[in-house]
């Protein structure tokens, strides 16, 4: 799928897919149709931002979340948000199991629209964490992501360990449980027309 220039697209839109690994992380990023942190709701700064007294583990600057938007290969709307955030906070180390549960309760209950997450979104949040928690590299939420946007996306995705079989995996799990909604519908699902849980890894 071809990316377009951030003039063209909705934000709702936006999906870079996990195809692009040739092009460089900062195009990319030009596409992605973004908005300044002091547009952000004053309760989700409190609760996602790495700045804050009552930020969660793993989360990041927003430069580093749009990131990850690109490497992990999803788009902006809400369940593509609960997958990223989901995997960001597994992937730290400090994160436990209550961190994951509270976080869930305050974004279903507390967070006002448009950011509050319904129940199909618990399901991606909660995939996204058990992936991060899986993750090769721990503490993503520390790596320097935004210093990398020279290089490949493939490079970049390298760097960071992550495995672009499991992503297809992942989003193969989550088209099967979440089959209705457009951000399933739009997710890479399989690796050049191969199901990625046919393929088999060499031994590390």
Not at 189 to 202: E, L, Q, V
Request: a negative charge; one cysteine or more.
């Amino acid at each position: 799928m071809p990316l377009h220039r951030r003039d063209f697209l909705e934000a709702c839109e936006w999906n870079p897919g996990l195809d692009h690994g040739e092009r460089t992380l900062g195009e990319v990023l030009e596409t992605l149709p973004g908005v300044g942190p002091e547009a952000i709701h004053w309760l989700v700064r409190l609760i996602e931002n790495p700045r804050s007294p009552l930020a969660f583990p793993g989360q990041i600057s927003l430069e580093r979340h749009d990131a990850l938007h690109v490497l992990l290969g999803r788009g902006l709307n809400n369940q593509d948000e609960a997958f990223v955030i989901g995997f960001t906070m597994g992937a730290a180390r400090s994160a436990r199991p209550w961190h994951r549960r509270l976080f869930l309760w305050i974004a279903r209950h507390l967070y006002p629209a448009p950011y509050r997450l319904e129940s199909d979104h618990e399901i991606a949040f909660e995939l996204g964490f058990g992936r991060g928690r899986k993750h090769k590299v721990q503490d993503i939420h520390l790596i320097p992501i935004e210093t990398m946007l020279g290089e490949t996306v493939a490079a970049v995705r390298r760097k960071i360990g992550i495995d672009l079989l499991d992503l297809y995996s992942a989003y193969c799990e989550e088209k099967l449980r979440l089959p209705h909604t457009l951000e399933s519908r739009r997710l890479d699902t399989d690796y050049d027309g191969i199901d990625p849980s046919a393929i088999r890894r060499p031994p590390e």
